[in-house]
């Protein structure tokens, strides 16, 4: 049973920049798609981007974020970035990473694709 865990959250003012990660424990890292979730005060979590097991493909799912967040993957080191540009306040959330049971990502995002969850981690983007 792989296990997650996301860092790298904490407090940013509008306009800068953070890079979450997402360490998975368990074997055969390099096979899962990984996606990063995010759940903003009072409202549903969201999938947010994709990264699928090799890397090679990535698939954003908020169009609001398309430009400044950008996924990556160290197979060598069982870990997912989620690299976050130009924050606004919007972007304010607990963000989690989920593992998916196979290599590539929906091209729909929903919860139940992923089985696997982190604990979150605290994005605020404030003044």
């Known amino acids: 049973q792989q296990q997650l865990v996301e860092s790298g959250g904490g407090l940013v003012q509008p306009g800068g920049s953070l890079r979450l990660s997402c360490v998975v424990s368990?074997?055969?890292?390099?096979?899962?798609?990984i996606g990063w979730f995010r759940q903003a005060p009072g409202k549903e979590r969201e999938g947010v981007i994709c990264?699928?097991?090799?890397?090679?493909?990535?698939?954003n799912y908020v169009d609001s974020v398309k430009g400044r967040f950008i996924i990556s993957r160290d197979n060598g080191k069982n870990t997912v970035y989620l690299q976050m540009n130009s924050l606004k306040p919007e972007d304010t959330a607990v963000y989690y990473c989920?593992?998916?049971?196979?290599?590539?990502?929906?091209?729909?995002?929903?919860?139940?694709?992923?089985?696997?969850w982190g604990q979150g981690t605290q994005v605020t983007v404030s003044t």
């Open positions: 990264i699928s097991g090799s890397g090679g493909e990535s698939i």
């Open positions: 989920a593992l998916r049971g196979f290599s590539g990502c929906p091209s729909t995002v929903r919860e139940s694709f992923f089985g696997a």
């Open positions: 368990g074997s055969h890292f390099d096979y899962y798609a």
